[in-house]
């Protein structure tokens, strides 16, 4: 056996019910475990076994659980710490018994005791490595201190504060706890020193016999930048305007992100417009300060200072516009987010009862206007937002409503791990969640989201122009990311990166409806979480064109693919001159879909059913693609046509419906089945023109109405069934044709009737033994044709014996 952990202590806090906590290592015996807890301030205490708590599992190499008698309370920590006595029991003695679990379990014991000592040393204070010159605390306090002595010795809290205390006695003081920096060598040199009238040092000129300097300053030509300026948004609350109308100038630095300034108005006729911090800023006393805009549009930044957050930026946007547009459903809010990477740590709860317009400067390539999120699956679990998108226009309510997009990148990028089950660079979130209608996007980008980058319930007439998902999706409880299978598998797919659906109507009351018409061209959608990469739960008429799809899961999973599913489609669906590869399915198709494939050339992956068992018409359409292998199955009766399309292998069934090839390839088999017992009368049947077959084409005997004509086949062609025509087909194999008196069969091993009016001298040309000639008109007793005994050409070897009545 090993000790396969490095593992020799734990700590967990408690929450004043839990009395259980896990120990993940081995102990030979209880004893050997020592437990402490701590409070909130700091007191230590050392537990005593089988007073304040007991232990299970010891002996046991993955660990038990220490059982406290009370509840750890809440906040305290408590500390499950290995203490081996440092003795060495085996004795081995000559020519004695030599078992190896004597000999390993004490070398686990000297590894445990080695783990030990680790520990003791990582409770000292150390350097990181030995080119360090500095010793690192951890974040730990130091207690104890003696009073600093040399220059370089550490000092002490109280030594700062009594050397402190003593340089303030010997300064000017205020009594307030902050006075901003008197002005810099070049602006109070040769100047005077005094206090602006909120109390801000300033330095001012000395009177001179022509009047203030003041007055000199401000006649000049550049006089106006000795007008002062508010400095931040709580100077300007505590700024009374004294009359309406009246202009103020207000610093506007944002942190990192420099914004220049802003000017607000007094609106002394309103007193209800709640203070958003930004559009509207109230006073102490109750007044109003406008922001001075050009338009109804807002931007972001005008409600971004130096002493919020980004958060708060938009939370004062909706509170804004929440208030502005009351009256639900009658307006638009347009909002335009700076060329900047905005951090947020809340999702982006959007009103359902205004449209939303969100415009940046640029969304694909996650360089200019990018709204990123930090939300690790902690944080939404804990918030309850594991259905929550970090862009959430919805309402279970179903009203008309609109969110439009264009110029913006979303992202869970920037997420910082915190929890258990957190990641680095993924937010535990949907990326855009909305019920939208009538709305058109524009260069968006949704990428790194443990969730679905967009999803859509019941949205219709919408356009969607560049539009991507990259590494989206969520899989369910159990599922690993990292493991290809995962990715590959339908079944582990909890939300997919693009999710099209309705619960319109779903909790009843009536009022249903699929979303609907949403188009969506170029754009990409790649290395995502999870497959199916689509998937269409109801709906008719969408369409995509031009779009680039690969590589599920991560880059690093190449030698898996092709893997997974590109789309599973139980709606309508169109996919124009589209790039879809390495999928080993690229579409999976539910019953009573209807799709609609063309002009894609680069397809990767087959065509298979989402269930084999139960039946519902489809209708699949497809012209000028290359797939992979087709699977048709029995339950899926329709339409089933390509034209002038490639294909590894077909396998199809003989249904209410049919399927056609027309001017196609297949590399593979045909293969055409039906189950006993098939209704011939309601079945189009296979037809299959002018295409070339690069292996078998195998009817059972079972499926009927098969028709080829005017194809060259490399295999074999068995028809088993009846009802089928093999016309003019060249077959390089085998052609076995059952002897059923509904087949038809015409070609170079199946010579056509030829037709004459009186006599087979009319004939030119070889016919073939067993081939019929017939009068077009004959009487009731002469004879009405001829049948080839020896093949040849009239008058050259071919010889008749004629067809009489009788």
């Known amino acids: 056996m090993t000790v396969s952990t490095e593992i020799s202590r734990e700590e967990y806090t408690g929450n004043g019910v839990t009395t259980d906590f896990d120990y993940r290592f081995r102990v030979f ?14 007191n230590i205490s050392t537990l005593v076994l089988n007073t304040d708590y007991t232990v299970t599992g010891a002996g046991s190499r993955t660990g038990g659980k220490v059982k406290l008698v009370n509840p750890l309370a809440n906040a305290w920590r408590i500390s499950i710490e290995r203490d081996l006595p440092v003795t060495q029991e085996t004795d081995v003695r000559n020519q004695g018994n030599f078992f190896p679990e004597v000999h390993e379990d004490a070398f686990d014991k000297l590894t445990m005791l ?41 000092a002490t809290k109280q030594y700062v504060d009594s050397t402190n205390d003593g340089w303030f006695k010997r300064t000017i003081r205020v009594p307030e706890n902050y006075v901003e920096q008197v002005p810099t060598v070049a602006g109070r040199k040769g100047r005077l020193f005094a206090w602006n009238n909120v109390g801000k040092p300033i330095a001012v000129h000395s009177e001179t016999d022509g009047g203030t300097q003041l007055e000199i300053d401000m006649a000049g030509a550049d006089g106006l930048k000795y007008i002062g300026r508010c400095d931040n948004l709580a100077q300007l609350r505590s700024m009374e305007p004294e009359r309406d109308k009246q202009l103020i100038s207000v610093s506007a630095d944002a942190g990192a992100l420099t914004f220049g300034g802003r000017h607000y108005v007094a609106d002394l006729t309103d007193s209800e417009s709640p203070d958003n911090a930004g559009v509207t800023v109230v006073t102490a006393g109750g007044k109003r300060w406008k922001l001075v805009r050009e338009s ?28 502005l547009y009351s009256t639900p459903y009658t307006q638009t809010a ?25 415009e940046g400067a640029a969304g694909h390539k996650i360089r200019a206007s990018v709204l990123d999120f930090n939300i690790p699956k902690s944080k939404a679990i804990a918030n309850n937002w594991l259905t929550t998108a970090v862009i959430n226009h919805f309402t279970d309510t179903w009203a008309l409503t609109s969110l439009t997009l264009r110029n913006i990148a979303i992202t869970g990028n920037g997420t910082l791990a915190s929890g258990s089950g957190d990641e680095n660079g993924w937010a535990y979130m949907h990326g855009v969640k909305c019920r939208t209608i009538a709305s058109m996007w524009d260069d968006v980008a949704i990428q790194n989201f443990r969730g679905a980058g967009i999803w859509f319930d019941n949205a219709f007439d919408c356009s969607f122009n560049r539009a991507s998902v990259f590494a989206c999706g969520r899989m369910k409880e159990g599922y690993d990311y990292s493991n290809p299978a995962h990715v590959a598998d339908p079944a582990a797919c909890d939300y997919p990166p693009i999710w099209i659906m309705s619960t319109r109507g779903s909790t009843g009351g009536g009022n249903t409806d699929a979303s609907n018409f949403l188009s969506f061209y170029g754009g990409s959608y790649e290395l995502n979480n999870c497959t199916p990469f689509i998937r269409i739960g109801s709906g008719i008429q969408f369409s995509w064109a031009n779009l680039h799809s690969e590589r599920p899961g991560r880059s690093n999973m190449s030698p898996s693919w092709p893997m997974g599913i590109f789309c599973e489609n139980s709606g309508e669906a169109w996919f124009q001159s589209c790039g879809v590869s390495e999928f080993a399915t690229f579409l999976r198709l539910g019953r009573y879909s209807q799709t609609y494939v063309n002009d894609c050339g680069r397809i990767g992956g087959s065509i298979v059913p989402i269930d084999t068992k139960n039946t519902g018409a489809a209708r699949f359409r497809a012209t000028n693609c ?15 046509n390509f034209v002038n399309c490639s294909m590894t292998s077909l396998t199809t069934s003989i249904f209410s419906g049919g399927t056609f090839l027309t001017n196609c390839r297949v590399y593979n088999d045909v293969n055409i089945s ?15 023109i002018n295409s070339n077959i690069q292996g078998n084409v195998t009817g059972s005997s079972t499926a009927q109405r ?6 060259y086949i490399l295999g074999d062609l068995t028809l088993s069934g009846a009802n089928c025509v093999d016309a003019y087909n060249h077959v390089q194999g085998n052609k076995s044709i059952a002897n059923q008196a509904t087949n038809w069969a015409i070609g170079k091993d199946y010579p056509g009737v030829i037709w004459v009016n009186t006599n087979f001298s009319e004939i030119g040309g070889t016919v073939q033994q067993g081939q019929l000639i017939l009068k077009r008109t004959f009487g009731p007793t002469s004879n009405y044709g001829w049948v080839v005994l020896t093949t040849g050409t009239n008058g050259g070897g071919a010889t008749f014996a004629p067809l009489n009545h009788d």
Do not use: H
């Open 29 to 42: 015996s209880a004893d050997e475990l020592v437990v402490a807890v701590a409070d909130t301030t700091e």
């Open 114 to 154: 080695i783990q030990q000592a680790f520990g003791v040393f990582g409770l000292a204070l150390r350097k990181p490595n030995w080119l360090a010159r500095y010793y690192d605390a951890k974040g730990n306090r130091i207690v104890n201190l003696g009073n600093p002595v040399n220059g370089q010795d550490a």
């Open 296 to 323: 109804d549009s807002v931007k972001l930044e005008w409600f971004k200072w130096a002493d919020n957050t980004w958060d708060q930026a938009w939370a004062g946007i909706i509170a804004y516009f929440s208030y």
């Open 334 to 358: 347009y909002v335009i987010v700076p060329a900047y990477k905005i951090t947020l740590t809340a999702p982006l709860v959007l009103p359902p009862t205004i449209d939303w317009v969100i």
């Open 626 to 640: 290359i797939f992979s292998g087709i699977t048709i199955p029995f339950n899926m009766p329709g339409d089933w």
């Open 674 to 688: 039906a189950p006993a017992g098939n209704p011939v009368g309601s079945a189009s049947g296979v037809r299959i």
């Open 706 to 711: 098969i028709s080829l004509i005017g194809n």
